[in-house]
């Protein structure tokens, strides 16, 4: 007889009302896979713009679906392949953009990592589809190297924060966007300086040449951050550049990438290696209990969280 677990699912698009807690049966890993039990899992934006249906002319998403990419938890199972993971031990992953928010998730054992020692299983959740989205943004796509100047926008966030941590831990100085309110937060995260985005004064291009712009927010920002490059300078966003940035972009001497974060266990080791050090932390925002996950994915769609949003599950 096949076992059961709860998830959480939505059979059509729409509001926070569409998600339901569903009675399904638990998966079996293949031999590439192990199987989390999980202990939460982490709430990121994407959740409920796919959950709202913002991606269908992208993404064909077989409904009913289950949202989340962030998981953490312990090892239930592992596949026959698998030699480097163990029953009974704690463990995070990216499973993608979906799939995530279950008792029991099958993901393939490359997409995850041991879980840091130093952090317990609501903190671990909160890290790797945002900490993974910093870490291509900057190392894969950015190049970022020591000595180099980097721009963070939205950089009190969960991707931001991450971002500005992983930015300084590799010797780069750091300048972050926030609001006043959150400057100070930011600063202690390890930024040299903080631009209040609010201020009708704040002049991007006249912050000093830096080599790398990190944009979590668009629009004006975008543009104001094109003249804040050096020639031969990036800007990476979380969205494929128009065709009008990257001509601006091409007469300023600088380039325009937009990323589409992947799971990567290898990368979520290196930064596990660094919260265990102390030079990369995560801060929670808010703790959600499973039947809360509409919540929390409105909470998240305000976008003016301070870390991250987690939604624990109990068995």
């Known amino acids: 007889m096949t076992e059961s677990m709860r998830a959480i699912r939505f059979h059509d698009y729409g509001g926070p009302e569409v998600l339901?807690?569903?009675v399904v049966p638990r998966p079996a890993p293949k031999d590439d896979e192990i199987l989390i039990r999980a202990q939460a899992w982490g709430v990121n934006p994407v959740d409920w713009k796919i959950r709202e249906g913002h991606v269908r002319k992208r993404v064909?998403?077989?409904l009913p679906a289950t949202p989340g990419g962030d998981i953490?938890?312990?090892v239930a199972e592992v596949g026959a392949q698998v030699t480097d993971f163990s029953v009974g031990q704690a463990v995070f992953a990216m499973v993608g953009l979906l799939g995530a928010s279950a008792e029991y998730v099958?993901?393939?054992?490359?997409f995850a990592a041991p879980a840091p020692?130093?952090?317990d299983g609501i903190q671990a959740a909160s890290v790797p589809l945002a900490a993974l989205t910093a870490y291509q943004a900057l190392f894969e796509h950015g190049g970022l190297q020591a000595g180099q100047r980097a721009l963070v926008h939205a950089a009190a966030g969960g991707v931001g924060g991450f971002a500005v941590q992983l930015a300084r831990s590799a010797g780069a100085e750091v300048v972050g966007t926030a609001s006043a309110a959150n400057a100070d937060y930011v600063r202690g995260l390890g930024a040299a300086a903080v631009i209040d985005y609010r201020s009708p004064d704040a002049d991007l291009a006249s912050q000093g040449r830096f080599d790398l712009v990190f944009d979590l927010v668009?629009?004006?920002a975008s543009l104001q951050s094109l003249h804040a490059l050096r020639p031969g300078g990036v800007m990476v966003g979380g969205v494929p550049p128009g065709e009008a940035l990257q001509q601006q972009a091409?007469?300023?001497?600088v380039r325009v990438l937009g990323i589409q974060v992947h799971p990567d266990g290898r990368q979520l080791r290196e930064i596990a290696t660094l919260i265990d050090a102390g030079k990369v932390g995560t801060t929670i925002a808010a703790v959600y209990s499973?039947?809360?996950?509409g919540i929390a994915h409105e909470q998240s769609k305000t976008g003016h969280t301070r870390g991250k949003i987690v939604v624990q599950c109990l068995s």
């Open 250 to 253: 091409a007469a300023a001497q």
């Open 72 to 74: 953490a938890g312990v």
């Open 218 to 220: 668009g629009g004006d």
């Open 290 to 293: 499973m039947n809360q996950v």
């Open 106 to 110: 099958a993901v393939k054992a490359a």
């Open 117 to 119: 020692a130093t952090l």
């Open 20 to 22: 339901k807690i569903d």
């Open 60 to 62: 064909n998403i077989p």
